[in-house]
């Protein structure tokens, strides 16, 4: 899959290409997922709340503050993991 925007950047920049396990999708505090939240798909770290929530934190957090979701929000903000970003590939452009 192709990334667009910079809300992960530097990690994660416009056009590089991801690779997705769809296969883990269990939080593991600080690691990257694709996720989808209210309809919007996205690359984010990701963090256990207490209470079953969950933090969802951009590396450009200046421009893109993070979200912290309940479990309620959740599910009414149909909040999903889709995988984990298992590797970023970049190239070069001239």
């Not at 984010?44 to 957090?61: E, F, H, Q, T, W």
Request: proline share 3%.
């Amino acid at each position: 899959t192709l990334a667009s925007g910079d809300s992960m950047s530097p990690t994660i920049k416009d056009g590089d290409t991801i690779h997705i396990d769809i296969g883990r999708k269990t939080i593991k505090d600080g690691k990257i997922f694709a996720i989808c939240h209210g309809g919007l798909f996205m690359a984010k770290r990701l963090y256990n709340l207490p209470m079953g929530g969950v933090r969802i934190v951009s590396d450009n957090a200046v421009e893109f503050p993070e979200i912290r979701l309940t479990a309620e929000e959740i599910q009414a903000e149909q909040f999903e993991v889709i995988g984990w970003i298992w590797q970023i590939a970049s190239l070069e452009t001239w």
